[in-house]
């Protein structure tokens, strides 16, 4: 699991709203929301934008 090394990194902080994007293979980058009430809320949002763009990253 990714999150298992970067919660030990200092400064860092893994609370749900977060998601990695991926694509051919490769880690591109990351989505994070806030805001919502509950992060269960927060990490579908940050679901539905990843969906929304996921024709546009399998290079």
């Known amino acids: ?4 090394g970067i919660r030990n990194l200092p ?5 749900a709203g977060g998601l990695i994007v991926e694509a051919g293979g490769s880690l591109v980058g990351a ?3 806030s ?3 509950g992060g269960d809320a927060d990490e579908a949002c940050a679901k539905a934008g990843i969906d929304a763009i996921r024709d546009k990253l399998d290079f």
């Open 1 to 4: 699991m990714m999150q298992a």
């Open 31 to 33: 989505v994070g929301v």
């Open 35 to 37: 805001g919502a009430p």
């Open 11 to 15: 400064g860092a902080v893994v609370i």
